[in-house]
């Protein structure tokens, strides 16, 4: 029994060398046999003798695979430094490749097999994903890649270390629930801008509003209107794009709501997907009504992640947390409705996150806390379809300001009674 399962994992070993082999092999067949570091032959052996060396520590102890390691990688570089002198190519990816498959054959002699099998997928992936990956990286401009890096720094780093306790008055200001908000927003709003840069706005404002729409829909609303002054022919595509970019708003602050307070998203979604469907419906019949964009014009987004626009957003929602506290206070259920009605001009975001913090400890009704976020939806979306009508002329200003007040009376009759 004990011999059968060491040739299973030693046949698991083999195979993983064999996957990554396949790939390498394919990868590098021009050169010919012979002309290359290693091949499917090659990553097979490598595996298996990670498999074997792994095998003979059990018995030995762990430094024999450290020294069989060494000796393959020395072996690796004297083979790396003569193809070097022939094809000039100081690329090093099938050396640590080489080198990795010793020691996923060697993860997975010693009991690891998911994790080897898994590991070794990703890696044939990566070495295969060469050419879309190359071209990603060619189509990073330095600000995304500065966004990126931003993105990581306030993620991965910052939000770690913050204090996770309420300070201030009735304890409203939580560091790290704060920056955790903040984190959410701008990761979305990350992917919506890169949704945007691989799909290509150019297809059409509809896709631009889909995918802007995670980004701001504000802003994908002010862009499409201005098209609507060059070329009024297109009224019907731009009033669709304008409306998928709605719609998604709508969805996103489901989407908050889903990740922040399962009960919240609960209070409110129903009206929320009804005003999503019932624009997103009203977009399509737009669209296919519409003709086809001509102009090739793209929709400027801003960069994807600015650190002081993340300062900002995280004080000013910091903000909109205690005036709601004070306001509930002071005033009521009404306190928390005018907060709404003015915050919601600019973005519903920040009473979207304030509201379902509060409501999720204690700090607000429920009830409310729905209500007023339906009423900040409501204010955006005039505030849309005035930007509409004012940029884009009356005729777009109707397209929009119609369905969007229809979406919200029927988001109010449906959603406030259950509220």
């Given at each position: ?47 298996l003798l990670g498999g ?17 390691f060494i000796a393959l ?303 900040a939806v409501t204010v ?40």
């Open positions: 029994m004990a011999d059968l399962e060491n040739f299973k994992l030693l046949g698991i070993a083999l195979a993983l060398g064999l996957l990554i082999g396949l790939e390498r092999g394919w990868r590098e067949r021009e050169r010919g046999e012979g002309m290359r570091i290693a091949g499917l032959r090659t990553y097979g052996l490598i595996s074997v060396s792994a095998m003979l520590a059990k018995q030995a102890g762990p430094l024999l695979i450290g020294f069989v990688a020395l072996i690796l570089l004297v083979a790396y430094s003569k193809n070097l002198e022939k094809f000039e190519d100081v690329g090093i990816t099938s050396v640590i490749a080489s080198l990795l498959t010793f020691i996923l054959g060697a993860l997975a002699v010693f009991g690891h097999v998911v994790l080897a099998s898994a590991a070794a997928v990703v890696t044939t992936l990566l070495l295969g994903f060469k050419p879309l990956l190359h071209g990603w990286v060619s189509k990073l401009d330095q600000q995304e890649l500065e966004a990126t890096l931003k993105l990581l720094l306030i993620s991965v780093v910052m939000l770690p270390v913050l204090p996770d306790q309420g300070y201030g008055p009735w304890g409203v200001f939580n560091p790290y629930h704060v920056w955790w908000m903040v984190v959410l927003i701008a990761g979305i709003s990350y992917l919506g801008y890169f949704a945007i840069r691989i799909a290509g706005d150019r297809h059409g404002p509809v896709v631009t509003g889909a995918f802007g729409g995670l980004v701001s829909s504000t802003a994908v609303s002010i862009n499409l209107a201005r098209l609507a002054k060059n070329d009024p022919s297109m009224l019907n595509t731009l009033a669709a794009g304008i409306l998928t970019a709605c719609a998604t708003m709508f969805a996103r602050t489901l989407l908050l709501a889903s990740i922040l307070n399962p009960s919240f998203f609960q209070q409110i979604l129903s009206s929320m997907l009804v005003m999503s469907l019932f624009t997103y419906l009203f977009a399509l019949l737009f669209w296919l009504n519409a003709k086809t964009l001509q102009n090739n014009q793209e929709v400027p987004l801003e960069n994807p992640f600015q650190l002081g626009m993340a300062l900002k957003f995280g004080l000013f929602l910091s903000v909109v947390m205690l005036l709601s506290k004070v306001l509930q206070i002071q005033f009521g259920d009404m306190g928390a409705y005018v907060l709404a009605s003015i915050s919601g001009v600019a973005d519903v975001d920040p009473i979207t996150l304030s509201m379902a913090q509060l409501s999720k400890h204690g700090g607000l009704d429920i009830t409310v806390a729905g209500r007023a976020v339906l009423i955006n979306s005039g505030f849309k379809s005035l930007v509409s009508w004012v940029i884009g002329g009356h005729a777009l200003g109707l397209r929009v300001g119609c369905v969007l007040a229809s979406a919200i009376l029927l988001g109010f009759l449906i959603g406030w009674r259950l509220l």
